[in-house]
C-alpha cells in the first residue's frame, strides 16, 4: 500500500516523523508541529510518497528485526559463554526488535507531553501453595513500577524504559508477540 512519508530536516539530516494515508494527513500534522514549537517552519519538511507494508506485518521474530534494521543477530552461545546471563541476552534482543517496532522514532524524555507506551503483564508465578502451605494465586507483577512508602523514606519510580513504544497498538502487539522475551527479564527462575 501507498503511504506519505513525512520527514523532519533535524540537524541536516531527515529524520521520519510519520506516515499518512493522505497529504491533508501529513499537512495537518507540520500544522501542528509548526504553531507548537518556535523554532520550526513549514520548510523543516519533506514528504515523499512510498510503498509501505505496516511494521507489525514485517517484524514477527527478532530475526526479523535485526533484517529491518540491517543488524547482525546476537551470537547467544558466545554471549553465554562469556557469562552473559539469559535475561540479559533477552533484554538486547527486545531492544532491537523495540528499535525496529519504531520505525526510528526515539523518546524524547525532556517532552512530558509525549505519550511513551509500554507492554503491562499481570504475572502470577508461583500458583499452588505458599511457605505455610496455604493456597495461592501468585503475586501480581508490572513491568517497572515499584513504591514504597511508611519507611524513614519515600521513593516512587515509575517507567524510565528504552522499551517504550510511540503508540498503544504497537506496545500492545510488542508485548502479545514477544512474550516469552519479557518473560525472561520480568520473571527471575531460580
Known sequence: MKKIALFRNVNGSPELVDRFDT??????????????????????????????TDIIERVKSYADACDVLSVPQ??????????????????????????????????DWNDTNECKYY???YITPGKGKDPDGNASNGANAGLSYAYTNGA?????????????????????????????LYAAILVEKF
Open 74 to 107: 546476537l551470537d547467544e552461545k558466545a554471549m553465554l559463554s562469556a557469562g552473559f546471563r539469559p535475561d540479559e541476552i533477552a533484554r538486547r534482543k527486545l531492544e532491537t526488535i523495540t528499535a525496529a517496532l519504531n520505525e526510528g522514532w526515539k523518546p
Open 119 to 121: 507492554p503491562w503483564f
Open 23 to 52: 497529504m491533508k494527513e501529513a499537512s495537518d500534522c507540520v500544522a501542528s508541529i509548526v504553531e507548537g514549537e518556535d523554532d520550526v517552519t513549514v520548510f523543516d519538511f519533506t514528504t515523499e510518497e512510498q510503498e509501505y
Open 152 to 180: 524513614a523514606s519515600y521513593t516512587s519510580a515509575n517507567f524510565g524504559s528504552r522499551l517504550c513504544f510511540h503508540d498503544r497498538r504497537t506496545a500492545l502487539y510488542a508485548g502479545n508477540t514477544f512474550t516469552d
